[in-house]
């Protein structure tokens, strides 16, 4: 147990100098984002190294933060990363184009099929193919299901950790209807390896389309339900509110994007900014806070399940009628029936199988609104039947490096909930 | 501001032969620049005229074939009120891997290089921690190098004489 908590340790610990003051001394520190650093007592000015994690339930995921503590006040903190780093960026460079898509869903697991669409959208923007617009619409509804899971969980998951477990049962039951949904256009929940280069790989079937006007019935009941349970609920605003802020210019600063960005104050939204796959025929608003912290955030993600309902109420309501997914006969396979009776079909199917497909030589850079930011991928290809290189900007990875300036001088209780409403997933950390 | 009017803006205050290999793949605007000068154009893009103050990725690169200019870090930034990016690429000896750091400029370079240095081993001079991110701290190679086989060659269950593994 002695590597889980570690016994008094030294000065030599300390990552920031700690002023020692000569006055008469509190019998408590103050608490609080900004609140002078110095000990309380030369009897008690022992300093406690705290492992938050690798495997603590307040994580939510496989990463450590070693924490100095002086009592309930962190000094200071140095997150440590790569607990489930499986090197996506080393195996990319020995995959063919469409095995790369499995990767990129257990990057942010919460929402596969964005990572997916951004995927297939890089490689198409690569090839130069034009996707139809029935799939485009597809996608979208498809990406903005993940990111009202994505937001769920966040949001729920917050409550959880504020002591409401109630809130986080009524939408998971919601999230699960979801998955099923997933389940009737891809056929598969979580790593949903959905849509292929070119389009998608099956239409959108009536089943899906029931189960996803009855979702848009219920879901908003419940949605009520879990806002009138947290938005102006008294304990969980005096359990966010001033936890954990960041300042516009300091997010900028440390690369945030999406919805933690947005919190503190600044518009920025991939979907709006270089509108993707017709993102552009939908009208929805970017929700912005002001003070970026924990409270904004939470209220940040809220109003965004609200707009990406509004996105997939219009996308359905005007789903175009047409072929949904490009004539691409290189990249895109043909169905299986014609595999079995045409040679020209057997052909293409056994040389995309088999990865024998080469991409023309470039490089783009494309990027989505992934749950938690600009997911960018960067791709150089040299004409080859893999990747050159394949870069993935990852949102959490960039800002996660923020999160000991937001933490450092406030209490273990709010450094948990911060670190909770930054959604940070262990996958697209450590990639 | 335009991809012309910014490649300018950079050639009239850093003169002609300091951009190198300009493209516009996808529309992007990339330019190639020496080591020496990155700091100097960085804080220029940042801070100057054309005000690129988000840094919205960096990575490194490996061309084992390309004689002294093995190694390589690109970087894309992104001013965003205009909604403008620009991709800088910089390369030099595998011998000598070494660049400056952004991280006077930017927070978000810190791990962005500590990731660099762990994939590819490009020492970043002036970098306040430069530790492995990722991987193992006793790992004695840099695994996104080429040269670093993705599998272990001695196995032969997976030898396929047909399709060449």
């Known amino acids: ?431 | 501001m335009t991809n012309e009017s910014l490649l300018a803006t950079l050639r009239h205050h850093f003169g002609e032969a300091t951009f190198t290999d300009v493209e516009e793949p996808q529309g992007l605007l990339t330019v190639t620049i020496e080591r020496g000068r990155l700091l100097e154009v960085m804080r220029f893009l940042k801070e100057g005229g054309p005000s690129f103050t988000f840094l919205t990725t960096m990575c490194g690169i490996h061309y084992p074939n390309h004689l002294n200019r093995e190694l390589g870090m690109i970087y894309h930034l992104h001013n965003l009120p205009k909604n403008i990016r620009v991709r800088i690429k910089t390369f030099f000896p595998i011998l000598d891997p070494v660049v400056p750091t952004l991280t006077t400029l930017w927070g978000a370079a810190n791990w962005m290089e500590r990731e660099a240095y762990d994939f590819y081993g490009i020492v970043f001079t002036g970098h306040p921690n430069l530790i492995r991110i990722l991987n193992v701290e006793d790992m004695t190679y840099f695994p996104m190098r080429k040269e670093y086989p993705l599998e272990d060659q001695t196995r032969e269950d997976k030898t396929d004489s047909f399709f060449g593994r």
């Not at chain 1, 933060?65 to 962190?74: F, K, T, Y």
């Not at chain 1, 490689?123 to 979208?140: F, Q």
């Not at chain 1, 440390?254 to 960005?261: A, M, Q, W």
């Open chain 1, 1 to 431: 147990m002695d590597h889980l908590i570690s016994g008094p340790s030294g000065p030599e610990h300390t990552q920031r100098p700690v002023q020692r003051t000569q006055e008469p001394l509190p019998l408590f520190s103050p608490v609080g984002p900004g609140a002078p650093l110095q000990l309380r007592d030369e009897f008690e000015n022992e300093l406690t190294t705290l492992n938050l994690g690798p495997t603590h339930p307040a994580t939510h995921g496989i990463f450590q933060n070693i924490l100095q503590m002086d009592g309930e006040r962190i000094i200071s903190g140095v997150p440590t990363i790569g607990y489930i780093h499986r090197a996506f960026e080393k195996i990319a460079e020995h995959r063919p184009f469409y095995q790369i898509t499995p990767l990129t869903d257990r990057m942010n697991y919460c929402s596969s099929p964005i990572n997916n669409m951004g995927w297939h959208m890089t490689v198409e923007k690569l090839l130069g193919i034009t996707v139809p617009k029935r799939a485009e619409y597809i996608r979208v509804i498809a990406m903005e299901l993940a990111r009202i899971c994505d937001h769920l969980i966040c949001n729920s998951i917050l409550g959880v950790d504020t002591g409401a477990f109630t809130g986080f049962l009524y939408v998971f039951q919601e999230r699960e209807k979801v998955y099923e949904i997933f389940e009737e256009i891809c056929g598969s929940r979580l790593t949903t390896n959905m849509g292929r280069v070119g389009g998608m790989e099956r239409d959108l079937n009536d089943t899906a389309i029931d189960k996803l006007r009855t979702w848009l019935k219920e879901f908003p009941v419940v949605m009520r339900e879990f806002e009138t349970m947290f938005n102006r609920n008294r304990i969980f605003m005096d359990r966010t509110e001033g936890v954990g802020p960041i300042s516009a210019d300091r997010a900028l600063n440390y690369g945030f994007t999406g919805p933690n960005l947005r919190a503190a104050g600044v518009d920025y939204d991939c979907r709006v900014m270089n509108p993707y796959s017709s993102y552009q025929d939908f009208e929805f608003d970017v929700p912005v806070g002001t003070t970026g912290d924990t409270y904004d955030r939470f209220m940040v993600r809220q109003e965004e399940i609200w707009q990406s309902l509004r996105i997939i109420g219009q996308a359905l309501e005007n789903l175009p009628v047409g072929p949904y997914h490009a004539d691409a006969p290189h990249y895109y396979l043909p169905p299986k029936q014609a595999v079995y009776r045409n040679m020209e079909a057997l052909i293409y199917h056994f040389k995309i199988i088999m990865g024998e497909i080469e991409a023309p030589v470039g490089e783009v850079y494309h990027s989505v609104e992934g749950g938690n930011g600009e997911l960018g991928f960067y791709l150089i290809s040299d004409g080859g039947r893999t990747p050159y290189r394949l870069h993935f900007r990852r949102p959490c990875f960039i800002y996660y490096q923020a999160y000991p300036e937001m933490v450092v001088g406030s209490s273990l209780s709010d450094a948990i909930v911060t670190l909770s409403s930054l959604n940070v997933i262990a996958g697209e950390l450590d990639a």
